[in-house]
């Protein structure tokens, strides 16, 4: 007994061990800050903002026409708001609405920057309409705010990437890479119209470029447990995106004799397995960064746990929703109260995580729901996309303009849940981010895609210095 004790006792003094060597040895991976010139913003960037959101440029759904007088409308209020640009940089408009900005620079041997934002935004749910402070269309400014559909999301960071380009151009500044802005219509309904058709324009063109940026990650605050700074999330990666319907078809009946299997019964049967039964949580790129970045900025014994993964991980990795999610989101079935419909069917979305693939994922439904219920994908559809490294130049340059910008920042590289525009671009470039510095926390997040939606003042100022200065720094 002693010897097993003493065996016991030794175990847990290695694993202490172990535990406190990987705690203390997990150092924090934040960069020096440099110091950079002041930027004078005028006031008047509130005005342009303000008449951005006037335009409804909306997208509804993949097979709707875009709105011709809105997208056109706004076009023209970029030419008239931005003149420099429109004299200085070449436009082409791909497929009528999307818009791609080339601004040549003196030295072809270094790769070009892609920065890319979205024109259209999310429709507004009718009666909501008496919970927003203004109308989101509106654009109204008050003492702190732009308030508007698509100031968060996303005409705010495509009109500071203007405002900063207008900016530089007015004090002369010539790059040394050239510089593309693209600008898709139809990000809000997978972007294959415009980022797919712009990145295949580039690509036809022979363009190789350093980088690509796009929205998708922010400046968080008080959205992660024992940091009390901002975070700004670098994505390096987003999710995969897939829907499959559900299908379930039988004869039917009377409802006063009902079937052992009955039609809508076995589509609910399916849907709970589904929920019961989800893929699993896995520490995989680039969410071991997150571990490294984010867990080395942590006290001690939060740190222990990020420092630990092989002990600690599943918690952690629930909370950052390391895995491919299942969300039933439409259902339909039955014509009458006394009638047990024929068919019924639900759509399941899915967001897939990095190393899985549309094709594992309807697998593994189709072994959860069996051979009863017909699985077919529906809608848009796209693989998680690569990941891009840490170690290159230009996320270096990436992350020294954050944390000069933003000296009390944290810069973490992660995964986003959700699709952008930049998974088009993993062709033309060396490597795609997704980070521009809106400031996010319980509260605001909502406002994404949700009700009264708006930016501060101040961090609408901060969005264009931290455009013009990366600018500066990759030219």
Known sequence: MKKILSALLLVAVVVAGILVFNTLTLFSRQVEPETLQAVSIPDRVYENLSGAIQFPTVSISEDAIPDSAAFHGFHEFLRKTFPLVHEKLTLEKINEY?????????????????????????????????????????????????????????????????????????????????????????????????????????????????????????????????????????????????????????????????????????????????????????????????????????????????????????????????????????????????????????????????????ESVQEHIQATVGSKIQVEPVGFLANPSQVSGIDSEAFKNLELTIRSVFPDAIVVPGLVGGGTDARYFYDLADEVYRFYPIRINQESFTRFHGIDEKISKENYRELIEFTYHLIRKFS
């Open 98 to 358: 999307s818009l791609l900005y080339t601004w040549n620079g003196t030295d072809a041997s270094q790769k070009p920057v892609i920065l890319m934002s979205h024109q259209d935004v999310v429709p507004v749910d009718g009666p909501t309409l008496a919970e927003w402070e203004a109308g989101p269309f509106e654009g109204k400014i008050t003492d702190t705010h732009i308030i508007g559909r698509g100031t968060l999301d996303d005409k705010g960071s495509l009109m500071a990437v203007l405002e900063s380009v207008e900016m530089l151009l007015r004090e002369n500044h010539t790059p040394t890479r050239t510089l593309y802005l693209a600008f898709g219509h139809d990000e809000e309904v997978g972007g294959s119209n415009g980022a797919g058709a712009i990145a295949a324009h580039l690509k036809a063109k022979g363009v190789d470029a350093a980088m690509a940026l796009d929205e998708g990650g922010f400046l968080a605050e008080g959205m992660i447990p024992g940091i009390e700074k901002p975070v700004a999330m670098v994505n390096l990666a987003e999710k995969g995106f897939a829907s499959f319907r559900l299908i379930v078809r039988t004869n039917g009946g009377h409802s006063s004799q009902p079937p052992k299997e009955n039609t809508i019964g076995m589509l609910a049967r399916a849907i709970v397995d589904l929920e019961n039964n989800q893929l699993p949580y896995k520490l995989v790129e680039p969410i071991n960064y997150q571990f490294e970045y984010m867990g080395a900025e942590l006290p001690f014994f939060k740190k222990m746990a990020f420092a630990n993964p092989w002990l600690f991980k599943k918690p952690i990795l629930e909370a950052l929703n390391a895995h491919t999610t299942t969300a039933p989101t439409i259902i339909e079935g039955g014509v009458k109260n006394n009638v047990i419909p024929t068919m019924a069917e639900a759509t399941i979305n899915f967001r897939i995580l990095p190393g899985e693939t549309i």
